[in-house]
Each structure stands twice: as C-alpha cells, then as structure tokens.
C-alpha cells in the first residue's frame, strides 16, 4: 500500500538559513510518517503580480542552494522555470522541473523541460480544467519524456477567488500520470488592489484532505516558520509548527482510501 | 464515533412501487452499514426547466406515499417545498422540509418552514457562499425553530456547469448546524440546450468522498433503479445497485476523519 | 424609429412623499427626451439577504401607493411578486407583474402571473444563460399570455461579484420579446459579510450604454434623490440628479444604433 | 474628435499572398472610414491548445513578411512575443509588440518588450481584473518605456466559454493608456475536447458595439477571406468581406459617444 508524497518547502530561495531549517523540519516529519518528500523551493520569482516584490537571490546561487539542501539531505528537489532558455540549467541543480500554470501552454517552455530529462510537473492553468491538460501531457511525451506529473491548483472565480474543483482529480488521473494538490496555491486571493495575493491559510486542512480522499497522488505545501515575514505567498503558506500534526491525519485519510 | 446521516431516495414519487423499492433497497443497507437514514422524494417539481418536464403525481397523493413509506420502514422522512403556503400541508406528512437551492433567500418560505416546527434542510443557493448562509439560519431561529440543516449543491460555474467548493462545508458548520453535501445535484450540468439539466453521475463517488473528509455530516444521495427511465434528474442518480459499494467505502473513510 | 423605454422609480415603497418625488422627476424628464416611462417600485421585499431588513410599508398600502402614482401621472407601473397567489391582487394595482430572478424558473408563479393577462417582466436568475430563458418564456406563453419581457441582471461571477454578459442581448431578442437590461442589480456585489449586498453605481453608465449598443430595448435604473439613506439597494441607485444627463447620452447612442 | 484605431489581419503569417490580399482589403476599408490601422498578424503561435496545431512559417520568414507587408501599405505592425529573447529580434521588423495574455504577468518578458523602445500592448489575462493591469502598466514604466496600450480579451467563466466583462474597459483607462478591445479572442470557447478553440463569430459585433459604447479606443479584430480554411482560430475570425459593414455600423456608433 503507497503513501502519497509530499513538494513541500518554502516558497522561494531567502537563505541558506531558511532552507536549510525547513528541509531538516519537513525530512524528519517526513520519515517518521513514510511519507516520500521532495525539496522544493523557487530560486526566481518571474511572475510577481507588483515589479517591486521580492524575486529571488539571483539564479544561480538560489539553483545551487536548492541542489545543496537537496544532496544534504539525500532528497529529490524541484524548482520552477519561466523560458525554454532556463530549462538545461535548472535541470543541472533539481530532480523536477515546474512548469507554472500560466505557462502550462507555453510549447516551447513544455519541449525545452521535457528535453531535459528529469520528471516535469505542469501545474494546471487557473483557466483550464483537467481534460485539457492532456494536450500538455502530450507535448512532453511527444520531446521523448514519459515522467510527468499533474498539478491542480485552483481555477479562476470571478476576480478574486480561486476554487478547487475536485473532478479534476480524476479527470488527470486518465491521463496515466501522478496527480498533485498544491495546497498553498489553491488558496490564493489574486487581484487585491493591494498587489499582494491574498489568501486563507486555516482552509490548508480542508483542501489536503478532499484531495487525499479523491486520489490526489501527491500533496504540495509550502510552509515557512513565520508565514508573516516570508519574502512571497506568506499569506497562505503553513506554519511550519502545523505540518506534523496535519500530516498524521493525511497519512490516516490515505489509508482509508486505498 | 458517530457515522455520517444519509438522505437517499428517488428524486421524485413516480409510484407507489418505485418508492417501496427503493426505500427498501436503501434501508437495508444503512441497517447493515450503520447510517441513519432520511427517506427522501420529492412530492411535486416546480422548477423544472421546462415546462412540458413531469411534475409529480399531485400534491396530496405524493405526500401521503412519502408518510406511508416513511411508516412502513419506521424512518424520518423528507421532501422539498416551493411556497409559503405548503409548509403547513408537507408538515403532516413528512418531519424535515427542505427548502430548495433557487427559494434559499425567499423569507416568507424560510418562516412558514420554520413555523411549522419541523426540521428545516436549507440547500444552499448556487449563488451563495457558505458564510452567507447564516442570514437563513437566522431568519429560521428568530422564527422560533433552532432545527436547521444546510445542505452544500455546488455554485454557478459558468452557465453549463457547477462546481462545489468545499470551503462551504467548514464556513457552513461554523453557523453551528449539521451540514450535507447533495452528492446528486452538484453534478448537475445546467442551461443544455435541450431543456432537460445533464449530468455526471460517474463523478458522484469523487463528490461524496470530498464532501466526508472534509468534514460533512451528512450526504445525499438521490438513487433509483434504473436512471435511465427517471422522470427527473435521471442524468445524475446513483444506479440503486451502486449504492452499498459506495457507501460501505465512505463509512471507512468517516471512520478515519472523526 | 423607436427609442428605448425606461423601468424606474425608488427600490422599494417607501413612502408616499418619495414615490411622487422620484415618479415626478423622471416623467418631466422623459417626456422630455421622448422615452416611454414605466413607474417600477417594490411594494414589498421578500428575498432581502437579512432577515432584519426593510421589506416593505405592507402589502396593500404599497401597492394602493403604487398604482396612485401610475394614476397621477397617467403612467404604466410596475411591482415584483413572489408567489402564485401575489399575482391576482398584484394584478389589480400594477400593468407589469415583474418576476424575480431567483424565481424565474418558478412554474407556479409564472403561470399565475401569466394568468392575470398582465405584461410579465421575467429578470434571468444569475444562474441561467440567455437560451434558457426560452423555457420561461414558454411557461408563459402556454398560459396564454404573449406580453411578455426579460430582463438581464448580471450573472454570478464568484461568491462577491456579477458580470454582466452582453451576449444575452441578442441572445433573449431571438425569443421573440422585448429585452430590457437592469442598470441597478447588475452591479450588485453579494455576499457580503455585512449581509447588505454592496454595488458600484459610478459603472451604471457603462452598463446601460453597452446595453443600448448591443439592442437592448429598455433599460431598468433605480433612482433615489438620495441613495445613501434608501431603505433597500441604495448602494446602486442612480442619484436622481443625475439621470437626465445619463438619458441624454444614451437617447444619442440609440438613434446611432437603430 | 477621434475615431478608435483596428489592429487587424489573419491570425497568423499563413502565406504572403494571405497577408497581402487580407491587409489590402483592410487597408482601403479603413482609408475610406477614416480609421486608423495597425496591421497584425502573428509570426508564431507559441501556445497552440494541441502540439500538432500549426505555429508558423519560421520567425525569420514570418516577421519578414509582416514587415513587408507594413511597408507596402505604410502600415504600423504588430506581432506578439512569448519570450524576453523574442523581443528585440520583433522590434527589428514590426511597430508594436503584444503580450499574450496568459504572459502578461511574466515580468521578464515585459520588461524585454519595453526595453525595446516600441509600443507594448498587454493582454489582460483570463483570470486578472482591470485595477489588476495597473501593475503591468507599471512594470513597463518602470522599465522606461510610456508607450502602453492595454487589451481586454475576456475573462475564465467557467471551463469552456469566457465572458466580457465591459467595466473593465474604465477600469483600465484608469491606468492612462489606450484601451483595446479583441473582439476575435473574446468569443474563444476553451477547453473543447477536440483540442481545438471554439468559437461564436456571429457575436462579434455585439462586443464590438459594446466596446466602442464604453469608450475603448481601439479593436482588435482577425479576419480572413475564408476562416473555414484557417491555420488558427478560423472558429473565431471574421469573413473578410462582413468587415466593411461592421466597421461603418461603429463609426457611426462611435461619433455617438465623444
């Protein structure tokens, strides 16, 4: 009987002190829940909704930080890519190239990922539903890749709001590949008029849970020791201290479903 | 540890036969499987589509079918009413009124629904949120009755699907009620071009596990022998022999959230 | 060549002061600019978000204050019901029995309304497309009653907003009726968690002008002398100070139109 | 007084003798209503819904004929991008670069089109409100550049259809740039299971007209002698030869509203 597998880390690359402490967190849940943990953390934010938020450290030491917090812990890790031209270098440093929903049409960003080698997780666009992203899975399968992943992250509702339709839970799952929750995404409160997305974190539970129990393969958290100094998506990542406790009832849930 | 409630039956009294069957196909299994059991069947339809759809067998012959039923099984029964005026008659007959998705706002229904002293299921308007649904409640206690039930039935998503978002079910258990998901008509595809709302009823599992993690209290579930030849919403119940598969899954899985 | 016709007048009755104030304001104007005036005033809300709203001075006073001012002014009224049996003693007082939007799929009142002889004014629920309404239409039209006129009002569009499609234009023309559009509900914002619905009355001229660009042939525009202490929906009325300004622009859009 | 601007022509660079006979016709069209007219066609379609659709002649030769194009009727041109490398290849052959909609949030790419010096028309995306654009507005900006137009293009309404929604067309003016309408996208139906956009042509003049009625300043519109026989988006393209009467139809229009 499988566990289901966890992306988790913090939003993006702050520090080596960061990442270093919720990866050391995060792995010794992890073990002792048999749960299997993937590094994840952005080491560029391309897509800011304000050009004056926080993007990153600079790509390579944000790439190489990534990797060292990964080799460390003798953990697979991703990151996410933004152009075609980020593809071969990422692939260098993570075990997982993202693609973000926004982009998860973009041909070009999908054969460049593909063409790397490593295990692409396309993360379904806000303004698609499950069935459509086999097109996507066939871009990747058609560069000579068959390790994909699926990742659902809530659909647009009206401006501000996103909901998470559970049907495509199931609607992914035809098309032959691992599906994902991400957890913190799909809580987002886009189009403030602030320029900050907003979000729902107590609701994390609610939506790990509906997907454990509609088949999700894999759930992604991202989670930080103190959400409300975090550098991106502080407003709906987990508070690190709150993960265990959640997991436990997921590792639960899991095994009633399979 | 208490198990979930279900509300089951035909979507509409059809006969006489149709309704014994059934009930006695549900009540054996919710014996078995250890659900309390809500009879259900609507007496009359009011808002159908179309005007040329079945509407029922007459008011008064469709009530005393749904008490007789409901006797003969020793079960609490339920159906829907549509105006203020009916909430007096389908009192007699039946111990919880449901107040359909369209009339949710409709403060003279709520009233008389609450007058009536019976226990009042209040489906949540596809137009609503979960937190807005305290203004029924409201109007249903300061009518003197403190017996509510909400019931979740998806939301407007665009204008030929629903979607349920399941961030109603701890929004709605907030106002202190016991919460249900309509596993039938969440699937429900409105506005098709025929007149007659489509549907998915293979979907129904992925609903109803949802709805059960994530922390509902009760589910229902309109089944009928053969779908095919209902006489309403035949595009979303549950074949009759489905339902003890589905069920006895879902008892498993309750038993991992409480 | 035709100009548009106009609904309009306070939300609701409030008193009789303020039903003359606003009938007397926008006769002058109308007549003016050659726009036939249909005097619209609520003798009673029966769907407000809150139970302790404002509903309304009584049944018969508002509709007595109702047809009294039709009568001063030698004008068609209008009044919305909410039940089967509203419509024969609505039907005495007004010459357009309008139909609620999340009662438009409601046989029952429908046909009574139908049955009065009296225009009906169908509004589309928020939940239905254009096309659809052809099965209310219908309704109607088996009752034998062929006055008959809808109206669009926003779609749901998330939990807090509407959208306004103007697709639905052309869409109900092709039913064969009168299409008016509502200036006022149609930038209603819902679900607030004041429980008073919110609104945006600085856009009621960019809905009523795309509305006349794309055929429509009445406009429906709540108007208070001042909106900020209306008893009902005051957060989308049309400042009465403003109204002949707004009819000016849009009687020049029309000729350019037809 | 001024008349609003077309950015119009094939989808995208099919052959020179398409480009030719379509920015021909146009061309003289416009001369004749006095319009404004910015030739658009686009030299590669980087998101194609399916990876076997066809994307393009090759950049080089696409551009190039767009360019030529440009400057055998003494046109203005735009194409669009979907990379930060992309963008000065563009600049070298067309006017104006326009970013995608589901990439007006990638701040590398706006920065690119910026920096180039030409005019950047930004797709407002599926799943961004108008107040939303402003940051998009200031990214380009910030990155030196004022020549901004904004394009609506609809907005996610459920899975397989997009709505319009007209209050962003004063919401976006809001932002001090032009504001476009693409009458062609707009009328996209998504996520068909074919894999391949549908479409409402007949609809086109119902958002052109409401467009021009809310005070856009230009409109986007693709055309083509026989879109049957299109290599994309021929669901949605106008025939060429219904152009002249539309255009005349919102001239007229257009004089009503300044």
Request: glycine fraction near 8%; proline fraction near 5%.
């Amino acid at each position: 009987e499988k566990n289901f597998f966890l992306i988790a880390g913090p939003c993006v690359v702050e520090s080596e002190e960061l990442v270093m402490e919720v990866a050391d967190k995060v792995f010794g849940i992890c073990k002792k829940l048999g749960i299997p943990y993937i590094f994840k953390a952005s080491y560029r934010k391309a897509n800011r909704t304000s050009g004056s938020s926080f993007t990153g450290l600079g790509d390579e030491l944000g790439l190489d930080l990534v990797a060292k917090t990964g080799k460390h812990f003798h953990l697979p890790t991703t990151s996410d890519i933004h152009s075609a031209i980020e593809a071969p270098l990422a692939a260098e440093f993570v075990d997982v190239l993202q693609i973000p929903a926004f982009l998860c049409r973009q041909t070009d960003l999908l054969v460049a990922a593909a063409e790397t080698g490593k295990i692409v997780n396309v993360k379904k666009g806000q303004f698609l539903n499950g069935p459509s992203m086999k097109f996507a899975v066939e871009k990747i399968q058609k560069a000579g890749n068959d390790k994909i992943i699926l990742t659902e992250r809530g659909t647009t509702f009206g401006y501000q709001d996103l909901v998470v339709d559970y049907r495509n839970i199931p609607w992914m799952k035809e098309h032959g590949v691992p599906v994902v929750m991400d957890c913190t995404h799909s809580l987002q409160q886009p189009n403030q008029t602030s320029g900050v997305t907003g979000g729902n974190p107590q609701l994390i539970g609610t939506i790990a849970k509906a997907a454990i129990a509609t088949g999700a393969d894999g759930l992604f958290i991202e989670t930080h020791p103190n959400p409300a100094v975090a550098k991106s998506d502080g407003a709906n990542m987990l508070r690190l201290d709150l993960l265990e406790g959640l997991l436990e009832q997921l590792v639960k849930l899991r095994k009633a479903v399979i």
